[in-house]
C-alpha cells in the first residue's frame, strides 16, 4: 500500500473578512507568511488571541484565505485548558461547536461557535482516491510508524477533491502520542 505524508496541524483560526476587518483593521488584508500543502492555503503573519472563560491562548496564526464562517481549530488539550468545550469535527462542521473571544490589536469578535476540535483526515485528489481504494468521506485506520512510536489512528475519514493534495492531517495532541517527526508517514490498513 502506498504511504503519505502525515502532517502535523497546530491550533490555527479562520476568519471572514468581516471579523479580520474588527480584529486588525477596516480593509485589513491577511499578508502571506508561507504556503501550506493544500493548494491556496497559507499562513498568515496575522496572529490574535483566543480567550475562553478559564484562560487564554496568545499568538494563534491565522490560514488563509479567508472563509465564509469563523472556525476556530484547537487540540483538546488546548480546548480544556481554556474552558472551552470543543467537539471533535470535519472543518467546516460549526453549528453548536465551542464558543470563545478573539482579540487583535484593532478589536474583538466574541464567537457563540466556531471552536472544533478537527477530526483527522486524509486530503486527496480523486487519483489519489482511486489508487487507495478510498471514496469521499470513507472512514479509514492509518498506520503511523515512527522511531519512538508505532500507532495506528482509526476513525480517519477521507476527503477527496480536485483541490487537494496528497496529505493527512493530525492535530498536536495526536502527533505527540504517535511521537511523531518532521517528516512522518502513513499508511492505510484493514484491521
Same mark, same amino acid.
Given at each position: ?7 502535523? %496541524? ?8 468581516? +471579523? ?23 499562513? !498568515? ?16 496564526? $491565522? ?11 484547537? %487540540?483538546? +488539550?488546548?480546548? /480544556? ?6 467537539? $471533535? /469535527? ?6 453548536? %461547536?465551542? @464558543? !470563545? ?9 466574541? !464567537? ?16 489519489? &482516491? ?10 479509514? @485506520? ?11 489512528? !482509526? ?9 487537494? &493534495? ?10 505527540? @502520542?504517535?511521537?511523531?517527526? /518532521? ?9
Amino acid at each position: 500500500m502506498p504511504k503519505f505524508i502525515v502532517e502535523t %496541524s497546530a491550533r490555527h483560526v479562520h476568519v471572514t473578512q468581516e +471579523t479580520l476587518e474588527t480584529l486588525f483593521g477596516k480593509g485589513a488584508t491577511l499578508t502571506k507568511k508561507k504556503d501550506l500543502s493544500q493548494p491556496g492555503q497559507f499562513a !498568515c503573519e496575522e496572529r490574535v488571541t483566543v480567550v475562553g472563560p478559564k484562560k487564554e491562548l496568545a499568538n494563534v496564526s $491565522i490560514l488563509g484565505p479567508v472563509r465564509k464562517a469563523d472556525q476556530i481549530e484547537l %487540540s483538546a +488539550t488546548d480546548a /480544556r485548558s481554556i474552558g472551552v468545550a470543543a467537539p $471533535i /469535527r470535519e472543518s467546516g462542521d460549526t453549528a453548536g %461547536s465551542g @464558543a !470563545c473571544k478573539l482579540v487583535g490589536p484593532c478589536g474583538e469578535v466574541e !464567537c457563540s461557535e466556531g471552536v472544533i476540535v478537527a477530526k483527522r483526515h486524509i486530503h486527496m485528489t480523486p487519483a489519489d &482516491a482511486e489508487t487507495f481504494g478510498v471514496k469521499d468521506k470513507d472512514i479509514v @485506520a492509518v498506520k503511523i510508524e515512527s522511531a519512538e512510536r508505532t500507532a495506528i489512528l !482509526c476513525d480517519t475519514v477521507i476527503r477527496v477533491s480536485d483541490k487537494f &493534495a496528497l496529505a493527512m492531517h493530525i492535530d498536536t495532541d495526536e502527533s505527540n @502520542a504517535v511521537g511523531a517527526g /518532521r517528516e512522518q508517514y502513513g499508511e492505510i490498513v484493514k484491521l
